[in-house]
C-alpha cells in the first residue's frame, strides 16, 4: 500500500477523525450511544488502518508490543481499581456512589473511569492481535 | 415501511448467506461476512438495539473483516473443493436448526411486555436508572454500574482471550527462532 497515494492521502485525512470519534463515542457513553467496548474497537481500527497503509514497521513505531501488550493489562487493572478505591473509601466493591460527595457525582465518575478501563483493554488487544498476525510471514 | 425495510434486510441477509455458503473464492467471501454483519447491525436498529447495533457494525464489519484478509495474506484466496460429500454434517445442521426453532415456538412474542425479561429487574432499572445514576443513556447505566461485575467479568475474558491469542501466535515464532536450521527472518525493528 506504500506506493499509492489516494489511500494514503484518504488515510491521512481520516484518522484523526476516527480517533477523535473513538474518544467521542468513549466519553459520550452516558449520553448516547456507544461506551467503551465500542470506542476501543474504533480507536484501534484507527491504529490498524495506520498500519495497513503505512505499514507495520511504521504501526511498531507508534504503538511499540511492549506497549500496547502492558495496555491489555492496564484497562482490567484501571477497572478493577476502580472496585478497590470505592472499597477503600467505605462502600461495596464497585459501587460508585462513595466516589464523591454526592452519589450522582460519584456514579458518573465511576462509570466515566470504568468504560475508559474497558475502552483501553479492548483497543489494545485489537491492535496487538492485529500486529502479531500481520507480522507473521508465510 | 418498518415491515418492508425488515423483510429487505432479511432476504439481504438470507442472499448473503448463501452466497458466503456457494462462493470458493475467499477474498469475496470476506467481503460478504463484512456485508452480512452491516446487514445484521441494521437489523439491530430496527429493533431498537442502537448499542447492539454499534458494537456489531464496529467489530464484525470493521475490525473483523480486516483480521480476516490479514488471514487472506498467509493462506490461499481460494477454497478447496471438498473430496467428501458432507451428508452427516448436513443431517447435524438441519437437526439442530429444528431443534433450535421448536425452541422459538416457547419464546415469548417480540415486545411481549409480559416476557420474563421485562418483569424482573428491567421495569426498576427503567425507573431508576436516572435518577439513581445520572446517566441518561439506561444501557450504560445497566452495563457500567448496575452490572458492574459482569462487565468487569467481559473485560477479563478479552484480557484472557486477547493474551491467549498473542501466546499462541507468538509462540510459533519463538520455536522458529529455536531452530538452528532456520536464520532469524524477523530482526526486530530499530525503534
Redesign the interface.
Known sequence: MKHHLIPRVVAKLTIPGILLFALYVQFHGDYGPGGGFQAGVIFGAGFILYGLIFGLQNLRRVAPPAVTTAFIAIGVLVFAGVGIVSQILGGNYLDYDVLAADPHAGQHIGILVVELGVGITVAAVMITIFVTFAGRER | MILAIDIALLVMLAVVGIAIIRLRNLFAVVMLSGIYSLLMAGTFVLLDA??V???EA??GA??ST??LL??L??TKSREKIPVTTPILPLVTVIVTGGLLIYGTWDLPRFGDPNAPAHRHVAPEYLAEATH??????V???V???YR??D??G???V??T???G??LL??GS?VLRRRDPETPD??PK?T?
Open positions: 442502537v448499542d447495533a454499534f458494537t464496529a467489530v470493521g475490525i480486516v483480521l490479514g488471514v495474506t498467509l439513581e445514576t445520572g446517566a441518561p443513556n444501557v450504560t447505566a452495563l457500567a454500574s458492574g461485575y462487565t468487569l467481559e473485560v477479563t478479552i484480557f482471550a486477547g493474551i491469542v498473542l501466535l507468538s515464532g527472518e524477523k525493528s525503534a
